[in-house]
């Protein structure tokens, strides 16, 4: 797994402050990206929240899905979360180390009293002392929320900063992309009130050890959620039902628990989505398939990323994006004169370098720009190397419907049927497409859509 390490530089330590007129809870910055650009320290808020104890239980949420690993447990290794301001609202995002757990808390307008939310994404710096600050609000006494620097030293800010260094897996950047994909296919699959949703998440086992049991299934019923022994249509899969655990953190101001997936097909395991619905807020945690397989690894942005026309196509559309809380691909097809499949495609290739998100309770896209180098998570995904490897070298025959791909000693069968394609390899008789195309089965695509490919990387 390839790592690099992300120096993330504030101008000061966030901190929880108390004061004669009231407390405020300064959240700060790192470089980060807004309509203006490169910003060293964007500020982002300043204002009141409406439910402040239940901001602080939100924000501890995604704190702890950072610092969590939830399969083969080590020592934490936390990124700060990413904070977007979407204008009218404010998202808090994160990954678990162990890349199955995803993350969010949005803010939404009726949570925030104060001045309008600008645009952009960074970091912020969410630290054990904050931690414990934040753990210690117990009532919703007035509380003032700041996302930046001061106003008055936003110019100002050219003397030391705070610097932490993390090492950022490229499997923890291609989570987002992967996460984004399997949410765009999920549908609302049962509903629960405050009572239900109590009920049901404290009946969850907490569990301190690796999750490694199977998959479990959960089916609507009149009284909430109901285990069942296989997938019937409308259940929704539960792996590792102890991953949900950072949502006890705000458990008892619940007003209802939304909970997607997709369609049930052959009872393989899927990624599913819990949504905490809470005063002027929403918390969501996304559950990779397995808790033994990251989002990294599902492959689901491999074929958007496989071609020139998509490339081409998302440059376009990343002209037109505006940090909308929603994107419309309608909106975007007519604007840019693309067919709608082209917009998703293009918005799947974009989601690769972060910079689009999918908020599952308004059905749409939203805009942020991760604050990581754009094709850093293209450049080392293993099987798009591989497959522009094996086209660029020549290793690819085409023969209509059945194309050869030589590969080490060893030659491979692809075959197309109704737009799909099947290989003979060991990765497709483990998968079966579950997990994406396999390295061969890409190189054929990229060779029959004409893929420019030179000296085996585009």
């Given at each position: 797994m390839t790592r690099s390490v992300q120096a993330l530089a504030y101008a000061r330590p966030s901190a929880l402050e108390s004061s004669p007129v009231g407390a405020s809870l300064g959240l700060e910055t790192a470089g980060g990206l807004t309509?203006?650009?490169?910003?060293?320290?964007?500020?982002?808020?300043?204002?009141?929240?409406?439910?402040?104890?239940?901001?602080?239980?939100?924000?501890?949420?995604?704190?702890?899905?950072?610092?969590?690993?939830?399969y083969r447990r080590a020592l934490p290794a936390s990124l700060d979360p990413v904070v977007t301001g979407n204008g009218d609202r404010l998202r808090f995002e994160s990954f678990s180390g162990c890349?199955?757990?995803?993350?969010?808390?949005?803010?939404?307008?009726?949570?925030?009293d104060g001045e309008r939310t600008e645009h952009g994404?960074?970091?912020?710096?969410?630290?054990?002392?904050?931690?414990?600050?934040l753990s210690r609000i117990s009532?919703?006494?007035?509380?003032?929320?700041?996302?930046?620097?001061?106003?008055?030293?936003?110019?100002?800010l050219d003397g030391p900063v705070v610097e932490k260094k993390v090492p950022l897996p490229d499997r923890w950047l291609r989570g987002f992309a992967e996460a984004q994909v399997a949410s765009a296919g999920f549908d609302l699959r049962a509903e629960l009130t405050a009572a239900q949703a109590v009920a049901f998440l404290r009946s969850l086992p907490r569990g301190s050890g690796n999750a490694t049991r199977g998959a479990q299934w959960v089916v609507a019923s009149g009284t909430g959620l109901r285990p069942t022994t296989r997938p019937t249509p409308g259940a929704v899969c539960l792996p590792g039902p102890e991953r949900l655990v950072a949502l006890q953190r705000v458990l008892r101001h619940a007003t209802a628990l939304r909970v997607y997936g997709p369609p049930v097909a052959d009872g393989a395991a899927t990624a599913s989505a819990w949504e905490v619905v809470l005063p002027g807020m929403r918390l969501t945690l996304t559950l990779s398939p397995e808790a033994s397989r990251g989002f990294s690894g599902e492959g689901g942005v491999l074929e958007a990323l496989a071609t020139?026309?998509?490339?081409?196509?998302a440059e376009l559309i990343s002209v037109l994006l505006a940090w909308e809380p929603r994107i419309e691909p309608a909106s975007l097809a007519e604007q840019s004169g693309l067919g709608v499949e082209r917009v998703r495609a293009a918005l799947t290739r974009l989601g690769t370098a972060g910079r689009v998100g999918y908020d599952l309770a308004d059905a749409a896209y939203f805009h942020r720009e991760l604050p990581y180098e754009a094709d850093r998570a293209e450049r080392h995904n293993p099987r798009l190397v591989a497959a522009r490897e094996l086209a660029g070298a020549g290793a690819v025959s085409l023969d209509g419907a059945l194309a050869s791909v030589a590969s080490g000693d060893r030659r491979y069968q692809v075959r197309e049927s109704d737009g799909f394609?099947?290989?003979?390899?060991?990765?497709w008789a483990d998968y079966r497409g579950k997990r994406g195309p396999c390295k061969h089965a890409l190189a054929v695509t990229m060779v029959r859509r004409g893929a420019t490919v030179a000296g085996g990387v585009r």
């Open positions: 309509p203006r650009g490169a910003t060293a320290h964007p500020r982002f808020f300043a204002g009141f929240l409406s439910a402040p104890r239940i901001a602080a239980r939100g924000l501890l949420a995604v704190a702890d899905v950072a610092a969590a690993r939830y890349c199955g757990v995803y993350a969010r808390l949005d803010v939404l307008q009726e949570g925030l994404t960074t970091n912020v710096d969410v630290n054990n002392p904050l931690r414990d600050a009532a919703d006494d007035p509380l003032h929320l700041r996302v930046g620097p001061e106003e008055l030293a936003v110019t100002t020139d026309d998509a490339a081409a196509d394609l099947t290989c003979t390899c060991q990765w």
